[in-house]
């Protein structure tokens, strides 16, 4: 599987600088959050390889979309939307059969409220581990700049989940996200 997710970070790569690089950050977060969860081994890897490939839909989106310096129209964003679908043949393509691998791509973007999606399924329906992806992407996408928009301080982005709990985002993963955050920035005792 491993040999399958540096493919997919060097299509993404060459895709979009922009995507692979917020794909690595929560990856990255994603190990952090295994660990403070006492995550296993296998899940710890299942987790960071689904987070690390859960934008891989958008290898397949038009650039124009990608690159767009300016929010999307509404024909863009139904195409975007489309793109946890796509990651989700994609990766089944490539040999990705791991469900909780395949469960983060296909999840990611629904919301506790059912709002979401492609789906729009809701609370305890979408698989944990997509519902903790979907909270690190969020963040990430929240204190990162966009072409059409500058990235929101830490403090911001904590408190717009915090904002978001019970619409967007599971109450337990919030607290244990925001939990881990404080952690991590807290400084260490000597």
């Known amino acids: 599987m491993e040999k399958i997710l540096v493919n997919c970070l060097t299509r993404l790569l060459s895709k979009n600088k922009q995507v692979y690089e917020h794909s690595l950050r929560v990856g990255n977060m994603a190990r952090r959050m295994a660990s403070y969860l006492n995550f296993d081994e296998q899940q710890t890897r299942k987790f960071v390889i689904g987070c690390c490939i859960h934008d891989v839909g958008k290898i397949l989106l038009p650039d124009g979309i990608l690159d767009k310096s ?41 919301r506790w409220d059912g709002q979401g999606y492609p789906f729009g399924i809701s609370g305890d329906k979408i698989p944990s581990m997509a519902r903790m992806c979907s909270i690190i992407d969020a963040f990430d996408s929240m204190i990162s700049d966009r072409p059409y928009r500058r990235g929101m301080s830490m403090q911001e982005a904590k408190e717009e989940l915090w904002r978001h709990i019970g619409t967007q985002f ?15 920035s807290s400084p260490l005792e000597q």
């Open 70 to 110: 300016a929010p999307l129209n509404k024909e863009e964003w139904k195409m975007m939307k489309i793109h946890p679908l796509l990651g989700t043949k994609l990766i089944l393509k490539e040999g990705i059969l791991d469900q909780d691998v395949v469960d983060i791509v296909r999840f990611h973007h629904e």
């Open 170 to 184: 599971d109450l337990l993963y919030v607290e244990r996200f925001l939990h881990l955050l404080e952690d991590l």
